[in-house]
């Protein structure tokens, strides 16, 4: 063991073992980069922001916030890519007040991804089902209800009429029409209903938040035209089924306000 002077201070160097007759053994980062390209799932990832609406005092966010929604939470710059996922579960729990699925996996992306916690990826090309009540309410004249995810195709969705009476089994372009993917607007004949709360069954295109980093970075060194250098290696994810989208907007697309801009450099 060696060392070296940098100004006041000493740096000590490890002396390199014997490798002679080792066979070398290198990781190319391009093989790695062609399975989450060539093998993987087209997905659209938001970038998360924390909202600096936070109140200096509790550093809760503020709940009137235009720009996160009172969430703390803003999403900017949609992007798309790729990822391989593996060791997917949904885990449905049950709390007081409502039902959580918290399903975890490992996603693997590109290392020239930016990636930070709480970000948000949508898988494009894979759905996964949902079940929820919604209650509907009257928006210019008629009743419409919102899912908490995109629609994708509906399975089963009934109206609730009375105690005394069997629900009402909806049919699409009849009793009910999807606007914008995720609204059910209602025929007017419902219009007078007394209590109209919707049961849906229906698909999505499943959305995680980024939990943890498990390989935030990784340099492996690897010969190129006769010459080392270090390759970044893809990175690696613990995520998370969102249980609700945070940044949604309501009907007229007006209740938060868009910060995404156009960056030349991505």
């Known amino acids: 063991m060696g060392g070296k002077s940098n100004n006041s201070s000493i740096i000590l160097t490890q002396s390199a073992p014997d490798t002679k007759g080792t066979a070398r053994v290198d990781l190319r980062k391009r093989d790695f980069d062609?399975?989450?390209?060539?093998?993987?799932?087209?997905?659209?990832?938001?970038?998360?922001?924390?909202?600096?609406?936070?109140?200096?005092?509790d550093g809760q966010a503020l709940s009137a916030c235009k720009n996160c929604g009172g969430s703390g939470w803003l999403y900017i710059n949609r992007r798309e890519s790729r990822s391989t996922l593996q060791s997917m579960n949904v885990d449905t729990k049950f709390k007081e007040w409502s039902q959580e699925m918290v399903g975890t996996a490992k996603m693997s992306f590109l290392n020239k991804e930016s990636l930070q916690y709480m970000d948000r990826v949508t898988i494009r090309?894979?759905?996964?089902?949902?079940?929820?009540?919604?209650?509907?309410?009257?928006?210019?004249?008629?009743?419409?209800?919102?899912?908490i995810y995109p629609i994708k195709e509906v399975e089963e969705i009934f109206l609730f009429e009375s105690t005394d009476k069997p629900l009402i089994k909806l049919e699409v372009d009849v009793d009910y029409t999807i606007e914008n993917n995720n609204w059910?607007?209602?025929?007017?004949?419902?219009?007078?209903?007394?209590?109209?709360?919707?049961?849906?069954?229906?698909?999505?295109?499943?959305?995680?938040?980024?939990?943890?980093?498990?390989?935030?970075?990784?340099?492996?060194?690897?010969?190129?035209?006769?010459?080392?250098?270090?390759?970044?290696?893809?990175?690696?994810?613990?995520?998370?089924?969102?249980?609700?989208?945070?940044?949604?907007?309501?009907?007229?697309?007006?209740?938060?306000?868009?910060?995404?801009?156009?960056?030349?450099c991505e």
Request: aromatic letters at 8%.
């Open 125 to 147: 090309n894979a759905v996964i089902g949902t079940q929820q009540n919604v209650i509907c309410t009257q928006i210019e004249q008629s009743l419409r209800a919102r899912t």
């Open 184 to 264: 059910i607007k209602l025929d007017d004949k419902y219009v007078n209903t007394e209590h109209p709360t919707i049961s849906i069954r229906y698909n999505h295109n499943p959305q995680y938040h980024i939990l943890e980093l498990t390989r935030a970075t990784m340099t492996s060194i690897e010969k190129r035209d006769g010459v080392d250098v270090d390759s970044a290696m893809p990175l690696s994810a613990m995520v998370r089924l969102c249980h609700y989208v945070i940044d949604e907007q309501n009907f007229t697309n007006n209740f938060l306000l868009d910060n995404s801009y156009q960056n030349d």
């Open 34 to 57: 062609a399975l989450i390209w060539g093998k993987s799932y087209e997905v659209y990832i938001d970038k998360a922001i924390k909202c600096p609406c936070r109140n200096v005092k």
